[in-house]
């Protein structure tokens, strides 16, 4: 990762920019293997999350919403009952969608993007009309709502407990942040 | 087939094809998945398990036999004579325990909802076809028409019957079991009440016969039957959703194999023996017996992949012994360097990794002993469908038995005395390999991972003497890096991840120049050396008998093959021409002894080498990380120090970092790689990625 300037702006400067190579040995084997780079802009997946040296958030939700299109083709045309339904929705879909979320920024339009096929398949299921607003749906139960989570919320929260979380241990991610 | 119950008008045609013809194949048997006769929801079940066991064990005088072990072992008067006594009691007990789970459980499809009016309705069927059978001279067991007539529930045993009679009894029996099956539902809730009750019976400690049953009984019941109900409504909810949203396939187990097709040879198809790198055409193999070769081969090379690291063979691991336990390696533990001259010929990578084994750190000492309040904590928390025991002792055999103090304690005993013996007891010896396709269809011969299924109270007498102590002596002791995330008790995965993240954040943010490579150890389980991991764990303090014990399970170790056929006759062990490595992904101790070679690593670190440095604006938080890593799944990583010169122009500016940056992290990863291969392990470098 290094830098090109231009007119006082700084970009990722690309494998052309900056050629290089890494070689390695194995072993006792001398002959050195190269190690293929990948461009700052390229997504890399890493322990499940797909992250990119240029901070670009795009690769993960377009990942995201692929899951939850699926699971819309998936609930769709079954024929759970409400309960199942819901149950699905929580216990499927919930932590395959929140697992990035305390690694990721993501926009709010972006999160609603993402769980939008999800609730279009889900609202209809539970007999409510797949329009209704999402004050209703996401709301907690004490204000009337359905509670079901809000991702862009999640993700404040996921977030907040990472931070607390290493605040707590003193390590070198707090330092880091 | 019986033409004679083909009722109606229509002509029956048969027609008999040679399967082997029909579908090109010879339709070998599939393996049923063997199922559990002992279920532990039911507490009559554990009692009826717990009672059975119990006249097994003093028919065969199995506790004095087991307290005169203990007491050789306590007095050290220990020999190899009472070795062969513990692995005779031990066949005792094993044949006890399978015997008393016969007489405790009982079987049953899932069709239809099980209830004991539905059993007998279904025996009473049974009893009427063999009747009728019996009637029309054809031969039939007796033993199995009284059985049956016990189990069915029918009042009375007539011997002579008329054809006709029978005949009538089998029509209403029949119409009995379909209404029975109509019903299951209505008859499942009326056995739930009843095990409620039992439930009930049982956490209050009340006799059944009772006449005169506390009024806490009835709110324990009706609670326990609450339960029961929502337990019963939402497993069938899940396994609903299981099949919506990840169908199982049709065959559980591994049914075929694809290898290269060597007949087939092309210049650009590559080599048939490297399947990794193979691009021309496939064969299946469907034969059981050419599976469990072909797999036997894999699974060999799998476990043998270490051999060829400074450890494994050479003078340093004839030096070391394989068990670790020459008089090098006590001198080495001593604080003792080997010999200059074997020295020599090392890495210095391997140089640094002995100087680290030559240092002194915390110790753990505490005697191999398994109590009983340990016994009964580690299987609390198995899940009592856990797969292990290729011997048939699965968890439910343990977990039945923990409310018994005299069987826990028989238990605990016998899985402590090999640790303090210092020997494996042939039935620990036998491992089940299972082999999982990485991705659901793809049977390539490459793409399988290997799931060894262990005895389940050898895998638990791990985790209680190696796997838990040695993890918090490290994590007390603060002997692990920080790089490492995986494994660790209050570690999370999307911590890595993050603090890359944030790396990447940082980087963003002051415009710095960094450099890192990702990288993944290849099999880091399967290629844990022997001698290495027994040192390190009798540096940390784990008594010689528990290694020795270990050791010699290494050594002894069967793997028996296991696919959709069945397990195969075809085994595999450690032989000195290719012996095996590591104890198996499946193991308890598997993560703990990674955890141990991973702190030898990250403490030989050459700490001259350039790593990623962060600053702080104020310049006062100062982080220096060479990596990031979980598990096998690492990351390391060099920041530039270098200044933009002002003489230069920005490409050569942006040539020279660049230059700067790879050159530091060669060195890095380099240096990574070799502290790697000394300890067992390798790079995937296909998989490794330069950012």
Redesign the interface.
């Known amino acids: 990762?290094?830098?090109?300037?231009k007119k006082g702006r700084?970009s990722l400067?690309t494998i052309d920019?900056?050629?290089?190579?890494?070689?390695?040995?194995?072993?006792?084997d001398t002959t050195p293997?190269t190690?293929?780079?990948?461009n700052?802009s390229q997504p890399?997946c890493?322990?499940?999350?797909h992250?990119s040296?240029s901070?670009s958030q795009k690769p993960q939700a377009t990942l995201l919403r692929k899951s939850s299109e699926k699971?819309y083709s998936?609930?769709s045309p079954?024929s759970?009952?409400p309960?199942?339904a819901y149950?699905?929705y929580m216990?499927?879909l919930c932590p395959k969608l929140m697992?990035?979320l305390?690694?990721s920024s993501f926009t709010q339009k972006q999160c609603r993007t993402i769980q939008a096929p999800a609730l279009a398949a889900l609202l209809p299921k539970l007999h409510l009309n797949r329009h209704i607003p999402h004050a209703f749906v996401f709301g907690p139960l004490s204000y009337g709502g359905m509670a079901l989570p809000d991702l862009y919320v999640d993700q404040s929260y996921?977030q907040l407990r990472?931070f607390y979380?290493?605040l707590k241990?003193h390590?070198?991610?707090v330092?880091?942040? | 087939m019986n033409i004679l119950t083909l009722h109606g008008d229509h002509r029956p045609y048969f027609m008999d094809f040679d399967a082997s013809l029909l579908f090109a194949d010879p339709m070998l048997k599939i393996a049923r998945p063997s199922g559990r006769i002992l279920r532990l929801r039911d507490p009559r079940v554990r009692r009826r398990y717990t009672s059975a066991l119990h006249d097994q064990l003093s028919a065969h005088n199995v506790l004095p036999r087991f307290q005169d072990l203990s007491l050789a072992m306590s007095s050290g008067t220990w020999s190899f004579t009472h070795t062969i006594q513990y692995e005779s009691l031990d066949n005792t007990i094993i044949q006890s325990m399978l015997l008393a789970e016969k007489k405790a459980g009982r079987i049953y499809t899932s069709t239809y909802s099980w209830s004991p009016i539905l059993k007998q309705s279904v025996q009473a069927y049974r009893y009427w076809q063999l009747r009728l059978k019996q009637a029309c001279g054809l031969p039939v067991s007796i033993t199995a028409l009284n059985n049956l007539f016990q189990t069915s529930g029918l009042s009375t045993h007539p011997t002579q019957l008329s054809i006709s009679t029978i005949q009538d009894n089998l029509r209403s029996s029949i119409a009995m079991l379909r209404s029975h099956q109509k019903h299951h539902k209505e008859l499942r809730k009326t056995f739930l009440e009843e095990l409620s009750k039992a439930i009930a019976l049982g956490s209050l400690g009340i006799d059944a016969t009772d006449p005169h049953p506390t009024p806490l009984l009835a709110t324990c019941s009706a609670k326990a039957l609450k339960s029961l109900i929502h337990r019963e409504h939402?497993r069938s909810?899940?396994r609903?959703?299981g099949y919506?949203?990840n169908p199982p396939s049709s065959i559980s187990g591994l049914h075929k194999v694809d290898i290269p097709d060597s007949l087939v040879l092309q210049p650009h198809y590559g080599d048939p023996t490297d399947p990794k790198t193979w691009r021309g055409p496939w064969i299946s193999i469907t034969s059981p017996c050419t599976i469990a070769t072909i797999i036997r081969g894999i699974n060999i090379k799998q476990y043998n992949q270490a051999h060829?690291?400074p450890f494994g063979s050479g003078s340093l691991a004839t030096l070391l012994v394989r068990q670790g336990d020459s008089q090098s390696a006590e001198a080495l533990l001593a604080g003792q360097l080997s010999q200059a001259s074997v020295l020599s010929t090392l890495l210095p990578e391997t140089q640094r990794i002995l100087t680290t084994l030559t240092t002194s750190f915390p110790r753990l000492d505490q005697p191999p002993i398994i109590s009983d309040a340990d016994f009964i904590a580690t299987y609390n928390r198995v899940h009592e469908n856990t797969s292990s025991s290729p011997s048939g002792r699965h968890v439910g055999h343990y977990k039945a038995i923990l409310k018994d103090p005299s069987l826990v304690s028989m238990h605990a005993t016998m899985m402590s005395l090999p640790f303090l013996g210092g020997f494996a007891p042939p039935r620990w010896n036998k491992v089940t390999d299972i082999m999982l396709e990485k991705e659901p269809g793809n049977s390539r011969c490459h793409r399988l991972s290997i799931i060894a299924l262990f005895e389940s109270d050898f895998n638990q007498a791990k985790r209680v003497l190696i796997a838990r102590p040695i993890t918090h002596h490290l994590e007390d002791s603060s002997l692990l890096n920080?790089m490492q995330y995986g494994s660790r008790p209050?570690k999370?995965?999307?911590?890595?991840?993050?603090?890359?993240?944030?790396?990447?954040?940082?980087?963003?943010q002051s415009?710095s120049?960094?450099?890192?490579?990702?990288n993944d150890a290849v099999v880091c389980y399967d290629r844990l050396v022997n001698n290495l991991v027994l040192l390190i764990l009798c540096k940390l303090g784990i008594s010689s008998s528990t290694a020795k014990s270990i050791a010699s399970n290494w050594d002894n170790v069967i793997h028996l093959i296991k696919t959709a056929y069945g397990t195969s006759d075809i085994t595999y062990g450690s032989s000195p021409l290719a012996p095996l490595f590591g104890p198996g992904q499946g193991s308890t101790d598997g993560p703990t002894l990674w955890q141990i070679l991973y702190w030898a690593i990250t403490k030989s670190i050459d700490p001259n080498l350039s790593v990623a440095r962060?600053i702080?604006v104020c310049q006062s938080?100062v982080?220096e990380?060479p990596g990031i890593s979980?598990v096998d799944?690492s990351?390391v990583g060099v920041t530039?120090t270098l200044l933009p010169s002002p003489g230069l122009s920005?490409q050569d500016n942006?040539?020279l970092?660049?230059?700067h940056?790879?050159q530091d992290?060669?060195a890095l990863?380099?240096h990574w790689?070799r502290l790697l291969?000394s300890t067992g392990g390798?790079?995937n470098?296909q998989k490794?990625?330069?950012?």
Request: aromatic share 10%; hydrophobic share 45%; glycine share 6%.
């Open positions: 990762m290094t830098w090109t300037w700084a400067a920019q900056s050629p290089a190579h890494l070689c390695l040995t194995t072993g006792y293997a190690i293929p780079r990948i700052p890399f890493t322990l499940g999350v992250i040296p901070g699971f998936s609930l079954s759970l009952s309960e199942e149950w699905s216990l499927y697992y990035p305390g690694c996921t990472l979380g290493h241990l390590d070198e991610l330092q880091l942040l | 939402m909810a899940y609903r959703i919506l949203l060829h690291t920080e209050g999370q995965c999307t911590s890595a991840v993050l603090k890359k993240v944030l790396c990447h954040d940082i980087i963003h415009k120049s960094a450099a890192f490579m990702e962060f702080s938080i982080t990380i979980f799944d990351n530039s920005d942006l040539s970092t660049t230059r940056l790879v992290l060669t990863a380099q790689e291969f390798a790079i470098i490794a990625t330069g950012i």
